[in-house]
Structure formats: structure tokens, C-alpha cells
């Protein structure tokens, strides 16, 4: 039997570095070439030119739309989370009618795809359409299911003893929210936040759809025009990629303890 689990892991690992390690690697080389080179040369590393990254920054304002991109990825995150709690916390200790009906709703939006469509005659309709408050808010939803499935496994496990011992020394619902239910789902809120803002971090169709102001723009909104207007400079577009890439890959990187820790007590949990 170790022989055919041994395969298996190696077969998954080659897998895993055939479809994401190495197409990351060969953009970062692609990022360091220069463009007579990657043209006559594009598959071999030549001498590495950094003059790549300055050329990005400039020419797709990077500067402004990874602003935009931070104010937008964490306001829409921590709203998602925020929102994930005080939905989370009645479904768990089934406070509310039709507990199980708002939970099943939750997991199905897991797999449902963005209706962008319908979104955007919203966003026009209610006036959140190019502008940063709307653009945040609409972006609450895709992150909510997940945050409100993860808290509410996290809740059921909390005693509900700690729930009647806290309201009769009269801690209010919020106060006891942020005393005892935060420090005890720290985890899962951590992971809801995180998924949240990669998933508003990477979003292209809805800065498409819903900004029209080039102020406004997030990073990928930015790249996606400048790809437009070079195509054919295969060098800076990967640098681009490159910048727009560091801080989510610098926020992961420093949060990865609390993500293990995350991940072992999510499994003691279960």
C-alpha cells in the first residue's frame, strides 16, 4: 500500500507544480527580460533587466489603482466579515425562524456564480454605480456565504452555558459578541477575511462592469487596459502582474502561522 500513496503524492505534486508553480516562475522571468530577448529567445532566461517594473508603474498608474485595490479588497472584506458574525451567530444558537432555510441559502450561494447582469442594473438603480461606496458594497456578497458557513460551524462548538452565563451578568448581545464570540472564532473570521479580499482582489469583470471612472480603477482594471493598449510588450504586462501579485503574496506569507493555526483548530473543531 505505500507504494501506490507514494505515486499518488508525487502524481499530485507534479500536478500542482505543472499548473501553478511553473506558470508563476516563467511570468517572473518574463518580468526580468528584456523585449528584443523574450522575442527572439522566450522560453531561456536572458540577463535580468528591471526596467520592466518602472515601465509598468508608469505607464498602467499602478500607484493609484493598488490604493484604490486596498481600499476596496479590505473594506468589502471586513464588511463581509463583520455582516458573516451577526448572520452567523442566530443561525448557530437558532435564534430566528427559518434558521435552517438561511442556512441552506448560505451554502448554495457557495456555488452559485456572481450574476453580474442583474448586479449592474442594481448598481444603476440605486446609485452605486462608479463610484468607491457602491463598488465596496456590492462587493460584500461574494465573500458572505463563506463567512457565515465557517462561524456557524465555529459558534455550534462554543458551550451555550457561556451564552446564558454572559446575559446574566448582563452583557449585552454585541458586547458579548466582541468579548467572547471573537477571541473564540478568531480563525475562522481570519480565514473569511482573507478569502474575502483575494476574492475582491482579483475580481475583473465587476471593475469592468460597474467603474467607468479610470480614477476609480483597481489594479486589475488598470492591467486589463494596459494589455489593451500593449499588446505586444509581453514583458511589461508580466511585470505588471508581478506588482499587482506582491502584496496579497506579502499578507499571506505574514499571515501563514495564524492560517495553520487556523486550519488545525477549524479541524479540531469538525
Not at 523585449?35 to 532566461?45: D, E, G, I, Q, V
Amino acid at each position: 500500500m505505500r507504494h501506490p500513496r507514494l505515486a499518488g503524492r508525487v502524481a499530485i505534486g507534479l500536478l500542482v507544480v505543472i499548473l501553478f508553480v511553473l506558470p508563476v516562475l516563467y511570468a517572473l522571468m518574463i518580468a526580468f527580460e528584456s523585449p528584443s530577448h523574450f522575442l527572439t529567445s522566450p522560453l531561456t532566461p536572458g540577463s535580468p533587466d528591471t526596467g520592466n517594473f518602472g515601465k509598468a508603474w508608469s505607464g498602467a498608474d499602478l500607484g493609484v489603482e493598488l490604493a484604490n485595490t486596498v481600499i476596496y479588497s479590505v473594506a468589502a472584506a471586513a464588511l463581509s466579515t463583520v455582516l458573516g458574525l451577526l448572520i452567523a451567530f442566530p443561525i448557530a444558537r437558532r435564534l430566528i425562524r427559518g434558521h435552517s432555510a438561511l442556512y441552506t441559502a448560505m451554502f448554495t450561494g457557495l456555488f452559485l456564480p456572481l450574476a453580474i447582469i442583474p448586479l449592474f442594473a442594481e448598481a444603476r438603480m440605486l446609485g452605486l454605480y462608479n463610484n468607491r461606496l457602491g463598488y465596496i458594497v456590492l462587493h460584500v456578497e461574494p465573500g458572505l456565504p463563506l463567512a457565515v458557513i465557517l462561524l456557524v460551524a465555529f459558534i455550534t462548538a462554543i458551550p451555550a452555558e457561556l451564552d446564558e452565563a454572559a446575559w446574566m451578568e448582563g452583557a449585552g448581545y454585541l458586547r458579548y459578541l466582541l468579548r467572547v464570540v471573537v477571541p473564540l472564532t478568531r480563525p475562522a473570521l481570519l480565514i473569511a477575511f482573507l478569502y474575502g479580499l483575494l476574492g475582491v482582489w482579483n475580481d475583473i469583470i465587476g471593475p469592468v462592469v460597474l467603474l467607468s471612472d479610470s480614477s476609480l480603477f483597481p489594479v486589475t482594471r488598470g492591467i486589463y487596459n494596459f494589455f489593451g493598449s500593449n499588446e505586444s510588450q509581453w514583458t511589461l504586462l508580466a511585470a505588471a502582474i508581478v506588482i499587482a501579485s506582491l502584496p496579497v503574496v506579502a499578507l499571506f506569507a505574514a499571515s501563514q502561522r495564524q492560517l495553520i493555526r487556523a486550519t488545525v483548530a477549524g479541524s479540531v473543531k469538525a
